[in-house]
């Protein structure tokens, strides 16, 4: 069994806690939050001070990517396999006192929607290679979806997930303030919202664009633009219609 | 049972011609093609010349906007109900010799993707109370989904349906190739594009949107940027930062 200690009981960190319970293959070891209330609902030990911190097979910082490296180097222990949970941050950011590893989950999670893990891209890194089969090894219990990702491909993955994640949710609050604007139903949209993203899953999302700017159809671009007269979605539905543009270059 | 003539064997066209056959309850009386082989799997009268079209209870016209003036002219009849399916042309674009109307499905269609016409919203103007009930019968055949739409409203509902469907898969179409150039699996992000879609059927965009930018977290955010460098990719990513963090003064 897979001895592990969970740091920070953030959205993230709580929820692995939570599914590697239910793994039934994790002996979760110790937890560690700052806040009275942190992992109130794992039957583990809860820590409110770094330096009770023992030892684990893995150590796992699910903390903000701001306090990663302090985190790390607080640890009291020395030799021992401790991962970062972050998109965007090096693997050597981690303090070197530790051997150091990455474990980094390409998903949206928010702590109201319960999460299935299984199709969650989990996305790892070590030193070594024996660590790197203990994190696969991990990774498995909770997904089948399990990559091995370099420190310059996570930094890539993560821009890549802004656009496809964050970016496109802006895409569909500039559609509902559209629609609220214009005393119209959000809920309009949601089949095409949930069709755009079906698309994707069978074609490339350059086979699957359609619109006034891949038909380079500069009518309707221009009855929109003048419709949105001079507010600020104006200027971004035409630097994007550009973008369109240029993609088909 | 209604009677439809449908002008037009592009997409939408043929589409609908399949499904109004299907429901039992119209009578395809005549259809236009341009071309000679348009609507071949429908079992109809198929007119390639349009002064042979007869009056029926709605004549559907599924030309593309520049056309949609030119053919409502050239219809060899007059106050029958003629109807387009644009969601950016107003009503009144059609020859004022026939009743006029508009059937816009707000959805995107492609032809090699069967369609479940069960959800799509169909968006209804007409210039009358009776031809108003007219369509929504006829709509009602097709879809659970069907709402009265001015012309005001409708092209508000165009520009939002760019934002929501165009626009977010440009954004996928980012991340693709920012994974290309990453030799990265663009499956990888499959799962957060279904979820980022999933979140907004329940939650308010507002409310789902995460990320640097919601955060404000600079460091990523010019981390990021650094990463894109020069590329046309960086241009969106700043002005789409930007456009977030307005959106929450």
Same mark, same amino acid.
């Given at each position: 069994?897979?001895?592990?200690?969970? @740091?920070?009981?953030?959205?993230?960190?709580?929820?692995?806690?939570? =599914?590697?319970?239910?793994?039934?293959?994790?002996?979760?070891?110790?937890?560690?939050?700052?806040? =009275?209330?942190?992992? *109130?609902?794992?039957?583990?030990? @809860?820590?409110?001070?770094? *330096?009770?911190?023992?030892?684990?097979?893995?150590?796992?910082?699910?903390?903000?990517?701001?306090?990663?490296?302090?985190?790390?180097?607080?640890?009291?222990?020395?030799?021992?396999?401790?991962?970062?949970?972050?998109?965007?941050? /090096?693997?050597?950011?981690?303090?070197?006192?530790?051997?150091?590893? @990455?474990?980094? /989950?390409?998903?949206?999670?928010?702590? *109201?929607?319960?999460?299935?893990?299984?199709?969650? /891209?989990?996305?790892?890194?070590?030193?070594?290679?024996?660590?790197?089969?203990?994190?696969?090894?991990?990774?498995?219990?909770?997904?089948?979806?399990?990559?091995?990702?370099?420190?310059?491909?996570?930094?890539?993955?993560?821009?890549?997930?802004?656009?496809?994640?964050?970016?496109?949710?802006?895409?569909?609050?500039?559609?509902?303030?559209?629609?609220?604007?214009?005393?119209?139903?959000? =809920?309009?949209?949601?089949?095409?919202?949930?069709?755009?993203?079906?698309?994707?899953?069978?074609?490339? /999302?350059?086979?699957?664009?359609?619109?006034?700017?891949?038909?380079?159809?500069?009518?309707?671009?221009? =009855?929109?633009?003048?419709?949105?007269?001079?507010?600020?979605?104006?200027?971004?539905?035409?630097?994007?219609?550009? *973008?369109?543009?240029?993609?088909?270059?």
């Amino acid at each position: 069994m897979i001895s592990i200690n969970i @740091v920070g009981s953030g959205n993230v960190g709580t929820q692995f806690a939570k =599914a590697f319970s239910l793994s039934g293959k994790v002996r979760l070891q110790q937890l560690y939050s700052r806040r =009275a209330d942190g992992f *109130s609902e794992c039957a583990a030990d @809860v820590l409110h001070d770094l *330096s009770g911190l023992r030892p684990a097979d893995v150590t796992v910082l699910s903390v903000s990517d701001d306090a990663v490296a302090e985190v790390a180097s607080a640890l009291p222990f020395s030799g021992s396999l401790v991962v970062h949970m972050s998109g965007s941050l /090096p693997m050597d950011i981690l303090d070197g006192k530790n051997r150091r590893g @990455v474990f980094y /989950p390409l998903q949206t999670l928010s702590k *109201s929607k319960p999460v299935d893990f299984s199709d969650i /891209p989990l996305c790892l890194e070590a030193e070594n290679e024996a660590d790197l089969k203990l994190l696969r090894q991990l990774a498995s219990l909770l997904s089948e979806s399990v990559h091995e990702v370099d420190s310059r491909q996570r930094k890539a993955l993560h821009v890549a997930a802004v656009f496809a994640g964050n970016f496109t949710n802006h895409m569909y609050r500039n559609a509902q303030r559209i629609c609220e604007d214009n005393r119209l139903d959000f =809920a309009l949209l949601k089949p095409l919202i949930r069709e755009t993203a079906d698309k994707v899953m069978t074609l490339s /999302p350059s086979d699957a664009q359609t619109g006034p700017a891949r038909r380079n159809d500069q009518k309707t671009i221009a =009855a929109h633009l003048d419709f949105l007269g001079h507010s600020p979605r104006a200027q971004v539905y035409e630097l994007l219609t550009q *973008s369109i543009r240029n993609d088909q270059l």
